[in-house]
């Protein structure tokens, strides 16, 4: 459960040209997701506009989201990632996104500058975050396969074909990174040092949690290797 008291997301003074959105994909998250809310709704927050796409959620995610005054867009049927990905994408006009994942524990705000200041600052078309001190496996899950991150920023403009991540599931992010190696962009690793999220057996029970985590890694093993082979993301920068 949220703690009381929360505060609503409201839109920073316009003093940059550049507006940015957070989109925020979440299925049943409702006793998560107000951490991430939590951030982006204060004021020094760098985010114009906080979207998160309730997809098909049973529980009360959304009426979560409400209350920190995110604009809540919901699909009536679990739809999977990528599709909630897109809803979100498709809500706001935003030139600039930011994608974070409903489940991160440790969330600050110069996380979420570390992810925009390359793309605001015109170094990178896209970052990716991989976490670093946070917690062991999830570190070490995103330091192997840094391509499954979900924590991210990028250009709208610089990549191309964002509709193909319809119907992709849990290989969202396979297929957003090879949308932009496609594109010519230019991607940059970024740390985020004590940021973890939470794991699925830890959400869901273990058998639950074990199931489901081979049922994403069955829809991201089905997306590195469809059409092009394995999509791995050489020539990075790190930052």
């Known amino acids: 459960m949220e703690p009381p008291g929360a505060t609503k997301f409201t839109s920073r003074a316009p003093t940059e040209a550049v507006k940015v959105a957070a989109v925020i994909?979440?299925?049943?998250?409702?006793?998560?997701?107000?951490?991430?809310?939590?951030?982006?709704?204060?004021?020094?927050?760098?985010?114009d506009e906080v979207i998160v796409v309730d997809d098909g959620s049973q529980d009360g995610t959304a009426e979560v989201a409400a209350r920190y005054g995110a604009r809540v867009v919901?699909?009536?049927?679990?739809?999977?990632?990528?599709?909630?990905?897109?809803?979100?994408?498709?809500?706001?006009?935003?030139?600039?996104?930011?994608t974070l994942d409903a489940d991160l524990v440790g969330l600050r705000i110069h996380h979420v500058r570390r992810l925009?200041?390359?793309?605001?600052?015109?170094?990178?078309?896209?970052?990716?975050?991989?976490?670093?001190?946070?917690?062991?496996?999830?570190?070490?899950?995103?330091?192997?396969?840094?391509?499954?991150?979900?924590?991210?920023?990028f250009r709208r403009a610089a990549i191309r074909g964002l509709e193909l991540l319809a119907g992709t599931g849990f290989g969202a992010e396979v297929v957003l990174s090879r949308l932009a190696r496609r594109s010519g962009a230019r991607i940059m690793h970024v740390q985020l040092v004590g940021l973890t999220q939470r794991m699925?057996?830890?959400?869901?029970?273990?058998?639950?949690?074990?199931?489901?985590?081979?049922?994403?890694?069955?829809?991201i093993l089905g997306r590195l290797w469809c059409r092009e082979g394995p999509a791995g993301e050489e020539g990075m920068k790190r930052r």
Request: net charge positive.
């Open 200 to 219: 699925k057996e830890e959400k869901r029970g273990f058998w639950r949690g074990v199931r489901d985590r081979a049922r994403m890694y069955v829809e």
């Open 116 to 153: 925009l200041e390359p793309v605001l600052g015109g170094d990178a078309d896209m970052t990716v975050g991989v976490f670093i001190q946070g917690r062991g496996p999830t570190d070490w899950a995103l330091r192997l396969t840094p391509v499954l991150s979900g924590q991210r920023c």
């Open 25 to 47: 994909p979440a299925y049943n998250e409702a006793d998560n997701i107000w951490r991430v809310l939590e951030v982006l709704s204060q004021p020094a927050c760098p985010v």
């Open 74 to 98: 919901r699909h009536g049927c679990n739809r999977g990632k990528g599709d909630a990905l897109l809803t979100g994408f498709r809500a706001t006009g935003a030139e600039v996104l930011l």
